[in-house]
């Protein structure tokens, strides 16, 4: 890669996935607001983010590829964030519990020389099991997914609160499309094969 490519996130998860593609790439933190605007869809904000992030990034790097993602968990229209304690953990699996979730994932790869973004929205769905409490509580003691939208770690332990997923890619739920980059990688130009 004549390039480089820069991932506009912090997450240890997005970079283990990135690593998959045996691409040469850094890491920037994006420092982006991620607070809701008013009546914006979680889609939207999911979207937003991932190019503000890309964005955020690209203004110290002014010839690079930069990868933005964003997740956004949703039911009936009510966001799910990361919960980033065990209180409130316990409180989204509840309210998750027996539910089907939309995990929204945006993703936004920008050439920050031309300015051009291609940014996409790649949807799971997500049904939880009926949890009982105590099943709730060995969850969370055993994974404390406080830095996972809806408390679960699809990747890990969190498999066990599933009855289902469906989706066009799965590494989406883990936080980066993996399927929906490698196309918007070959449209920038850049081999991955």
Do not use: W
Not at 8 to 31: D, H, K, M
Not at 83 to 90: A, M, V, Y
Not at 142 to 156: D, I, L, Q, V
Not at 169 to 180: E, S
């Amino acid at each position: 890669m004549s390039r480089p490519l820069i991932l506009a996130s912090t997450s240890p998860y997005r970079r283990e996935l990135l690593e998959r593609l045996g691409l040469p790439f850094t890491v920037a933190n994006p420092q982006t607001d991620e607070t809701p605007l008013p009546d914006e869809s979680p889609e939207a904000l999911s979207l937003r983010l991932a190019e503000a992030k890309a964005r955020a990034v690209a203004k110290l790097h002014p010839d690079a590829l930069i990868i933005g993602s964003d997740q956004v968990a949703t039911v009936d229209g009510k966001i799910y964030g990361k919960p980033g304690n065990r209180e409130r953990g316990i409180a989204q699996l509840q309210e998750l519990s027996g539910k089907t979730v939309n995990f929204f994932t945006g993703l936004c790869l920008l050439d920050s020389c031309s300015n051009q973004a291609q940014v996409r929205g790649v949807p799971t769905l997500v049904t939880f099991r009926t949890l009982s409490p105590q099943e709730i509580e060995n969850y969370l003691d055993r994974e404390p997914a406080f830095n996972c939208a809806g408390s679960a770690k699809s990747e890990g332990l969190g498999i066990a609160l599933l009855q289902s997923m469906r989706g066009d890619d799965p590494n989406a739920l883990v936080g980066l499309p993996l399927i929906a980059l490698c196309d918007m990688l070959r449209n920038a130009g850049i081999k991955v094969l």
